[in-house]
């Protein structure tokens, strides 16, 4: 078995600002949510993914691989929006296994609010802040490594 490569100074500066940035971007994007519009980061992501269909539902399973989440984690999360009345649950006719996510009237109101504050926030924290070359170079380098994630994942 051959010795694992030390990361140099370069990959550990890009690799650890990576995951600070990101942590980060996160923890302050749920505190500004939350301050603003009551939704935490999760909740914004349900809703969001949910607003982007025309009758604002999705099936669970859909929507989990939207978020990339795991079962238990999108399913907790719905549990939680029900009970604040912000999506519901409706069944599925096709299979009596699943489930329907769908926006509530309260759930479009809440993302329809929150969507204007949400996007003015990620444009002055981080899109005003890369020139259009680096956001290129970025979109460019997130597809790459998705691309090698789901290469890993077919190897799995």
Not at 151 to 156: G, K, L, P, S
């Amino acid at each position: 078995m051959t010795e694992p490569q030390r990361l140099n100074e370069r990959e550990r500066r890009a690799w650890y600002g990576f995951l600070t940035m990101q942590e980060d971007l996160r923890r302050h994007m749920n505190r500004q949510l939350l301050r603003d519009t009551g939704l935490s980061l999760a909740d914004y992501a349900v809703l969001s993914g949910l607003s982007q269909h025309p009758d604002g539902s999705m099936r669970m399973f859909e929507l989990r691989e939207l978020l990339r989440w795991e079962k238990t984690r999108v399913t907790h999360q719905i549990s939680r929006m029900t009970s604040r009345g912000l999506v519901e649950r409706r069944p599925c006719s096709e299979d009596s296994r699943g489930s329907y996510v769908a926006l509530t009237e309260e759930g479009r109101e809440a993302i329809t609010k929150a969507a204007d504050l949400h996007i003015d926030f990620v444009r002055r924290v981080f899109l005003d802040a890369a020139s259009p070359r680096q956001l290129d170079a970025l979109a460019v380098l997130s597809e790459t490594v998705l691309g090698n994630l789901e290469e890993e994942d077919t190897n799995d």
